[in-house]
């Protein structure tokens, strides 16, 4: 089990975020001590901020008097509602915090189930409740509830290092948004990674893009994110969610904090010596994409290739989930550029670009023997206005299909001459 202590000093800000968790059905209140709740127990704002007036008006010297506690038990337990609720009161009674004001919330939005709790650490005298070995204090109890319910031992290194398991998001069932985030949330805080566009590629494999927002409003800059869920070409599909709906964590600054930290961890440490010599070996034995794409997955690393219109690959980012480490390939030098694999895959890359011809084919408004001669036409007869026409089309996608064509048609007549025809 871990507690997580936050303070601050804005309560309407710790109430309206647990608030705006159960308006989406993810949270519920499992309860309350000195708070003053609506008949049916949930959370009216106005009079759960009028039950915390009081302490917070007798001691305005308080910088940051709001206390936010999260308590998150091992993924592995399970624990009742009755359970938690029982374990928030023993934990604040032992924090010497059970005679204030406070509430307890359930959080089902991540795949894990945990409680918050939302009070402040000024007594009704005005006085301030010493909190100097709340760290301390917190894990011992922490500890001793663990014995008591019999719960699994959680440290909180072991736990951030524990990343929820992960899988591509399913648009089609519903509840994106819950999908999104919990993906986002644990990416953001388990990888690092040193720009937006690495971030992107992280986020790809899951299904999921981001975008850039910025902008001004009443001559005020603004920074944001834009989340969205993508198919498996990479199309993005439904409506976009913004990082604000989804929670800071998620977030713009939230963002921009991992990456700064991510720019002195990579810089600080040698986090490209180990995925260079696998992808140098990788490079070394496979010229087929597909083997070489396996061969990185064996040792817990993928690759994102960004291709233009024309199929040409122009950028490389290399995940490396061992170490929980996003780069691309130029970090790793130039011998691992995007041209290196542009032409190291160069007849995966004409094999796809057929692929596609094909596929263009087929949403034409051609009847099938319309193609069938189209085609005869473009291989046999290149004398043949529609063969020209064919030829043209052909061209466009960037391979020599009229030597193709030539190439064909003479094994056809040399077939022809060696039987006799």
């Known amino acids: 089990m871990v507690a997580k202590i936050g303070k601050g000093s804005s309560l309407h800000g710790a109430l309206s975020y647990n608030q705006e968790k159960i308006k989406e059905e993810q949270a519920k209140v499992l309860f309350s001590n000195r708070v003053m709740l609506n008949r049916d127990g949930s959370v009216n704002m106005y009079l759960a901020n009028q039950s915390f007036t009081p302490y917070l008006d007798a001691n305005k010297n308080t910088e940051k008097p709001v206390l936010h506690i999260s308590i998150n038990p091992h993924p592995d337990d399970v624990v009742s509602d009755d359970m ?7 934990y604040m009674q032992k924090m010497g915090l059970g005679d204030q004001p406070y509430i307890v919330y359930k959080h089902e939005d991540l795949d894990r189930q945990h409680i918050h709790i939302v009070t402040v650490n000024i007594d009704e005298n005005g006085k301030k409740i010493g909190d100097s070995n709340n760290f301390y204090q917190s894990k011992k109890i922490t500890r001793e509830l663990e ?11 072991k736990q951030s290092e524990d990343l929820p398991t ?12 819950k999908q999104i985030t919990n993906t986002a949330k644990a990416l953001i805080k388990g990888y690092r990674f040193q720009s937006v566009n690495e971030y992107r590629a992280l986020l790809s494999l899951y299904g999921v ?9 009443k001559g005020k800059s603004y920074n944001g994110l834009v989340y969205s869920a993508t198919d498996v070409n990479g199309e993005k599909v439904g409506n976009p969610i913004k990082a604000s709906a989804m929670g800071k964590s998620v977030g713009y ?13 990579m810089k ?20 087929d994409k597909q083997a070489f794409l396996n061969d990185l997955a064996k040792n817990n690393i993928n690759v994102v290739f960004r291709k233009n219109t024309e199929g040409r690959i122009y950028g490389t980012t290399f995940i490396d989930h061992q170490n929980k480490t996003v780069f691309n390939g130029s970090k790793l030098g130039k011998e691992f550029s995007a041209n290196i694999f542009d032409e190291l895959f160069i007849d995966d890359q004409q094999s796809e670009k057929q692929q596609a011809t094909l596929a263009f084919f087929d949403k034409t408004a051609f009847s099938n023997m319309q193609k069938d001669n189209f085609m005869k036409n ?12 064919g030829l043209a089309l052909l061209e466009q ?4 299909y009229e030597e193709e064509a030539f190439t064909h048609r003479m094994k056809v007549e040399e077939k022809r001459r060696r039987r006799g025809l």
Not at 167 to 173: A, F, G, N, T
Not at 253 to 265: C, F, G, I, P
Not at 271 to 287: E, T
Request: no cysteine; hydrophobic share 30%.
């Open 166 to 177: 992960l899988k591509r998001i399913d648009y089609q069932s519903g509840n994106v948004k």
């Open 209 to 217: 893009t981001v975008e850039e927002v910025k902008g001004k409003i």
């Open 84 to 90: 938690y609720s029982e374990i928030a009161q023993t």
């Open 253 to 265: 600054d939230a963002l921009q904090n991992r990456l700064e930290y991510s720019v002195k961890y």
């Open 378 to 389: 473009a291989e046999y007869n290149n004398e043949q206005d529609n063969s020209t026409l």
């Open 268 to 287: 600080e440490n040698k986090v490209f010596d180990s995925p260079k010599l696998v992808v140098r070996s990788a490079i070394d034995k496979y010229i």
């Open 397 to 400: 996608h960037g391979i020599d």
């Open 147 to 157: 014995k008591t319910y019999n719960l699994h031992t959680a440290e909180k290194k």
